[in-house]
């Protein structure tokens, strides 16, 4: 593929990303809204919901359910990896404050670039790892985390989930280079994790109201909608391209915590929009320019 059709596929995948983060930061604000529920219920409804409109999907355009060759062993890491990402960290929700969690989960960009480099030898410059960690940093003023009085166990595991976060969507990108149907990596990791989390839900359900019931049926459509587009984002574009733009998760949050529970974000939380944003914006150009450059050697 040129370089010339390349650059479409990146803004694709850019598209993608934020839209991820948009339908993730509603699927996070339905989570917290449906009360206090096991982080094993809360999952099962998370992926049920996907299974469906993926099998839906699949049949519709005659997909089928089967996977390329070679692509299982791949299937099963997104899987299986991802499922533990979720628990982690939706435990580390209902452990410790939302601050210490998010800024835990917001690991798994980090994590997507290492992997990559370390799995697919995608090359990383000094500037987009520079763009990614100042990013980063903009995350700290939004979100202002403190670990004192925290228990370890806790934030261990909610770190634990952005690792595993991070190794799951680099599966993604190695599925999405063997050309596997984005349809079917979300049916198959949504199909997995609610079968493997079907054996807790039977022995330790807790009885749900009806708003519940909306809530977290609420969170698996957001959660359908960000399995679907983080799928095709990075099968569309290299993980050290688009990662920065996964930060947007923070700002569509705190936009929606202020919509519907009244939250106020302080200058601290504006001064990390605007570094996000420029990081954002300094990236989108520097891969442009990049792309230019290469065309006219």
Known sequence: MSEKKRIPEKYKAIIYIILSAFCF??????VRMSGDLPAFQKSFFRNWVAVFFACVILMKNKSGFRWKQGNLKYLLL????GTV??????????????????????????FVILFSWMLLKEKLTFFQGAAVLTAFVGTLFIIKPSFRNIDLLPSAIGLLGGLCAGFAYTMVRILGN???NGSLIVFFFSGFSCL????FLIFDFHPME???VLMLLGAGLAATGG???????????????ISVYDYSQIIFSTLLGFLFLGELPDVYSVIGYVIIVAMAVLMFFYNNHKGIFKNRK
């Open 227 to 241: 399995q679907f587009s983080i799928t095709a984002a990075y099968c569309h574009a290299p993980a050290r391209e």
């Open 178 to 180: 063997r050309h596997e």
């Open 78 to 81: 997104r899987a299986g990896i």
């Open 196 to 199: 493997s989390m079907l054996p």
């Open 85 to 110: 990402g979720i628990v982690c960290n939706f435990y580390a929700l209902g452990h410790i404050p939302l601050s210490d969690a998010s800024i835990l989960n917001k690991m798994s960009p980090f």
């Open 25 to 30: 930061a509603v699927m996070n604000l339905f």
């Open 210 to 212: 009806l708003s519940q």
